[in-house]
């Protein structure tokens, strides 16, 4: 018995362990395809965010898509090059994405509306003090960023730079295609942990105590 119950006890702490891994360095990615092999590694929920279902009209300032929310002025769709695009019209904030349980990994394609320049520096900050700078084209084009996080994020904003400084609302980022990996509920970790302890107590014969 003693014997079945430590069985159980390794077989959760592995898997706890396994699904809370700690990656040894942030790493950025400029090309896409590259950025998902990366993030075919990462433990988690991986999801396709788009922004299809918006309709044209203004949605407000909080838009929550699965277990992501993104938090703006006034987010809109809009159409850019690489597709339908979230767009933080007329903001005087940057746009922020929340995650309900962290992030591993996270890629987009980046624009602003802004059409006084070509392009732009843009910014991701994330929550553990990691920011990443990028150049990106002006709306139509996009360029694609995206991420490995050393360690689950919970939230991170996107800037334009604030590209109108001398009005109240200097924001207009737009953001498209989203690919992320998601930490998992707790719950799914603690039943994946007695789903591996049970395919441990099958698989080795039972020992008289």
Do not use: C
């Amino acid at each position: 018995m003693k014997t079945r119950f430590l069985q159980f006890v390794l077989a959760v702490w592995a898997t706890v362990i396994s699904e809370q891994s700690v990656w040894s360095q942030s790493t950025p990615y400029y090309d896409r395809l590259t950025f998902r092999l990366a993030a075919q590694e990462v433990p988690g929920n991986q999801q396709n965010i788009n922004f299809l279902f918006l309709p044209p009209s203004t949605q407000g300032p909080v838009v929550t898509i699965s277990d992501l929310t993104f938090t703006g002025r006034y987010l809109s769709r809009y159409q850019i090059n690489s597709g339908v695009a979230l767009f933080n019209f007329d903001s005087g904030f940057p746009l922020s994405i929340q995650f309900a349980n962290g992030a591993r990994a996270f890629g987009a394609d980046f624009s602003s509306q802004y059409q006084g320049v070509a392009s732009f520096t843009a910014t991701l900050s994330l929550d553990n003090g990691e920011t990443f700078h990028f150049t990106a084209p002006t709306d139509p084009n996009s360029t694609f960023f995206g991420f490995v996080s050393s360690t689950p994020i919970m939230n991170l904003t996107f800037s334009d730079g604030g590209l109108l400084p001398n009005t109240a609302s200097g924001h207009e980022e737009l953001i498209a295609n989203v690919f992320v990996v998601t930490v998992p509920e707790p719950a799914g970790i603690v039943l994946a942990g007695f789903g591996a302890a049970l395919l441990l107590g099958w698989r080795f014969p039972k020992h008289k105590s």
